[in-house]
T-cell receptor, first 114, second 113 residues
Framework: DAGVIQSPRHEVTEMGQEVTLRCKPI?????LFWYRQTMMRGLELLIY????????DSGMPEDRFSAKMPNASFSTLKIQPSEPRDSAVYFC????????????FGNGTRLTVT | AQSVTQLDSQVPVFEEAPVELRCNYS??????LFWYVQYPNQGLQLLLK??????LVKGINGFEAEFNKSQTSFHLRKPSVHISDTAEYFC???????????FGTGTRLQVFP
């Protein structure tokens, strides 16, 4: 099992540019989560999907952020336009069906917006 | 709503000494509790989980945690730490009808030789 795969590992972009982060969950997992990690705020849940449907996006900071899950094996998190305060490590995680199933995390994408 | 409190942001300890990382939670429903570890430049890895049953849970790398419902705590312990245990440790809670996992702010465990 390759685990949760995120790309790219690192992204450096200029303010105002569009950024797209990608995630491939573990096969058979039906829940997918996007988290953001910063020194100031720790780990924040941005959005999560169940069976490809967004269930809770209350953590999405603002309209500049959007997430999609077109199928069970792929999800994107897009920031348009990006701002320096979006600089953080973005993690994708997935879990299998069933209450209490643990999350499996990818290695994250470190985003730097200059 | 659920929440998790990790009171210690940093815990320094010497190698081979015992350690306890504290976690308290708040929830109005039955909970599932987790501890994760994060090594530098990596994602989080599951150490152990409590779903039901025995309140003492054993995990990987010699760690264990005890669920205490009356004190709403889930402290993580290891009787003898190694240098390689240096990492960030996160306590997390989920429960009810949601898969949502809420994390604490993390505790940085620093093991010195």
């Amino acid at each position: 099992d390759a685990g949760v795969i995120q790309s790219p590992r690192h992204e450096v972009t200029e303010m105002g540019q569009e950024v797209t982060l990608r995630c491939k969950p573990i096969s058979g997992h039906n829940s997918l989560f996007w988290y953001r990690q910063t020194m100031m705020r720790g780990l924040e849940l941005l959005i999560y999907f169940n069976n490809n449907v967004p269930i809770d996006d209350s953590g999405m900071p603002e309209d500049r952020f959007s997430a999609k899950m077109p199928n069970a094996s792929f999800s994107t998190l897009k920031i348009q336009p990006s701002e320096p305060r979006d600089s953080a490590v973005y993690f994708c995680a997935s879990s299998s069906p069933g209450n209490g199933s643990p999350l499996h995390f990818g290695n994250g994408t470190r985003l730097t917006v200059t | 709503a659920q929440s998790v409190t990790q009171l210690d942001s940093q815990v320094p300890v010497f190698e081979e000494a015992p350690v306890e990382l504290r976690c308290n939670y708040s929830s109005s429903v039955s909970v599932y509790l987790f501890w994760y570890v994060q090594y530098p430049n990596q994602g989080l890895q599951l150490l152990l989980k409590y779903l039901s049953g025995s309140t003492l849970v054993k995990g990987i790398n010699g760690f264990e945690a005890e669920f205490n419902k009356s004190q709403t705590s889930f402290h993580l312990r290891k009787p003898s730490v190694h240098i390689s245990d240096t990492a960030e440790y996160f306590c997390a809670v989920s429960g009810g009808n949601t898969d949502k996992l809420i994390f604490g702010t993390g505790t940085r465990l620093q093991v010195f030789p």
